[in-house]
């Protein structure tokens, strides 16, 4: 099971950190963030793998959001810093069971419910 917290509203240049809290075997070797903005399709955010030591993120939160992960409390977390109107979205926690890190959403074995984060301009 996999349960996100941490959305909600902030304005334009704000921050909010995700929390994606894991039980069993949801706590995989490769986790992610994704997101879904009304009537678009899901979008992969950021993934990290067992160690931390590969990350990789979509070319539009480059440089802004960061991905880490505690596995001694089966915990994810995504950073995300100067946040923009574009950003406003449903964002899902996911796990992979097989090793590397993949923005292929199809490739995710387990997902959170979400949380909503609205960037106000």
Same mark, same amino acid.
Do not use: H
């Given at each position: 099971?996999l349960?996100e917290?941490?959305?909600?509203?902030?304005?334009?240049?704000?921050?909010?950190?995700? &929390?994606c809290?894991a &039980?069993?075997?949801a706590?995989s070797?490769?986790?992610?963030?994704?997101?879904?903005?009304?009537?678009?399709a899901?979008?992969?955010?950021?993934g990290?793998?067992?160690?931390?030591?590969?990350?990789?993120?979509?070319?539009?939160?480059?440089?802004?959001?960061?991905i880490?992960?505690?596995?001694?409390?089966?915990?994810?977390?995504?950073?995300?810093?100067?946040l923009?109107?574009?950003?406003?979205?449903? =964002?899902?926690?996911a796990?992979?069971?097989s090793?590397?890190?993949?923005?292929?959403?199809e490739? =995710?074995? =387990?997902?959170?419910?979400?949380?909503?984060?609205?960037?106000?301009?």
């Amino acid at each position: 099971q996999l349960v996100e917290s941490g959305g909600g509203l902030v304005q334009a240049g704000g921050s909010l950190r995700l &929390s994606c809290a894991a &039980s069993g075997r949801a706590f995989s070797s490769v986790m992610g963030w994704f997101r879904q903005a009304p009537e678009k399709a899901r979008e992969f955010v950021a993934g990290i793998n067992w160690s931390g030591g590969s990350t990789l993120y979509a070319d539009s939160v480059k440089g802004r959001f960061t991905i880490s992960r505690d596995n001694a409390k089966n915990t994810m977390y995504l950073q995300m810093n100067s946040l923009k109107p574009e950003d406003t979205a449903a =964002y899902y926690c996911a796990a992979k069971k097989s090793v590397g890190v993949t923005d292929r959403t199809e490739r =995710y074995d =387990y997902w959170g419910q979400g949380t909503q984060v609205t960037v106000s301009s």
